[in-house]
């Protein structure tokens, strides 16, 4: 009996052990559950944050790659631009000026046969409308009215597509007619500026410009040297250059003054920049190169030379905005006044003709004896008498 119950106790205990252990077991499954989700959710946040980390590296090293491909190609495309002075760059030079102007002669005459085919159809329109005027009453009149019948007008049908073919060629006539005659067409012209009250040792000073040099594909340095050997030519005994000697941004502007360098003046070369260096962000560049040359451009200053013991006011002014950046009317030469002298005669340098008016107004004698919009390009040179 004893060992009954002995055996008894005995199953007991094992059972009581076992859902122990079961029960044991199923908190330790617990425990674990629950460090394995606080785990997870650790490691979903720690990959979460290192993707993001991982995605910003990677933007950032994809815009760095670009921004390296991109500077790369732009080197590469500059060194075969520049690969000496060999046929090579010439070639493309040519190539590119072509090229531009096949285009905007290209957009220009789509615009002009556009604006053909608008005149005709107002024409249609104010033909048809006159024609039902005309039919109206006519047709009031009558029981059965007969629609009206439109006849082609071959004369009119001639004429516009006379101009639309006249519209279309047009723009490539000029642009290569420009490109291949007007541009190289270099001249002098000679004027003679009377001044009142003009000191007779300054009368017979001759001053020499060139203006809108614009070197680009359209203008070589050679061709800027052929403009500056034809000015040494004239003997002045001033020269200046006013401003645009590049077009763009792509221009190197070393290259137009390495050439103008080569003007020769006993009172000197000075210059004023235009609105192309403005836009092309060099006209710091040009002071310090001008510098660099031995030449001085005047920005927003002045300078007394004297000439055969007389002394003038030599005034230079960058590029004259009619207008500020949110288009408000804003005054020309607004700092002008306080380089003006009294005592002397003043000469001013200034790109747009636009602030003559207002120069003269400020008590300047001469402005740039600049060059008239039509006559641009070219050298002219001017007495002062």
Not at 326 to 343: K, N, S
Request: with cysteine; aromatic share 8%.
């Amino acid at each position: 009996m004893l060992e009954s119950w002995k055996q008894m106790a005995e199953a007991h205990e094992a059972e009581m052990l076992k859902q122990h252990m079961e029960l044991s077991n199923h908190a330790a499954e617990q425990y674990r559950n629950r460090l394995e989700n606080v785990s997870n959710s650790w490691m979903v946040a720690t990959v979460t944050t290192l993707d993001k980390h991982a995605r910003d590296v990677m933007a950032n090293i994809g815009t760095e790659a670009e921004t390296n491909i991109r500077e790369t190609c732009s080197q590469v495309f500059e060194s075969l631009l520049n690969l000496g002075h060999g046929g090579f760059a010439r070639q493309n030079s040519l190539i590119t000026a072509l090229t531009e102007l096949w285009f905007f002669s290209a957009l220009l005459a789509y615009f002009a046969v556009r604006t053909v085919h608008g005149v005709e159809r107002v024409w249609r329109w104010l033909q048809n409308a006159t024609a039902k005027k005309i039919v109206g009453p006519q047709s009031a009149a009558q029981s059965t009215p007969a629609p009206a019948e439109t006849v082609a007008d071959p004369g009119r049908r001639y004429f516009f597509r006379a101009a639309t073919a006249a519209a279309g060629a047009a723009p490539f006539l000029g642009a290569m007619y420009g490109f291949a005659a007007e541009r190289l067409n270099y001249q002098v012209r000679r004027v003679e500026i009377p001044l009142p009250n003009l000191p007779s040792a300054l009368d017979g000073m001759q001053i020499v410009q060139i203006s809108d040099i614009h070197l680009s594909s359209y203008m070589s340095r050679t061709q800027v040297r052929r403009a500056v050997d034809m000015a040494n030519e004239l003997g002045a005994d001033l020269a200046v250059v006013t401003g645009d000697l590049i077009t763009g941004s792509g221009d190197s502007i070393a290259d137009c003054i390495d050439e103008i360098r080569h003007l020769h003046a006993p009172l000197g070369i000075w210059g004023c920049n235009g609105n192309h260096e403005i836009y092309a962000r060099a006209e710091d560049e040009a002071a310090y190169l001008y510098a660099q040359a031995g030449m001085k451009l005047l920005r927003q200053e002045n300078a007394q030379i004297t000439f055969k013991g007389a002394p003038f006011n030599l005034i230079g002014v960058d590029y004259q905005r009619e207008r500020t950046p949110r288009g408000q009317r804003q005054q020309t030469l607004a700092r002008l006044q306080p380089l003006v002298r009294r005592d002397m005669i003043n000469i001013l340098l200034s790109h747009n003709p636009n602030t003559f008016n207002r120069a003269a107004e400020l008590g300047v004698e001469l402005s740039s004896p600049v060059i008239p919009t039509a006559d641009r390009y070219r050298s002219k040179s001017s007495t002062i008498a």
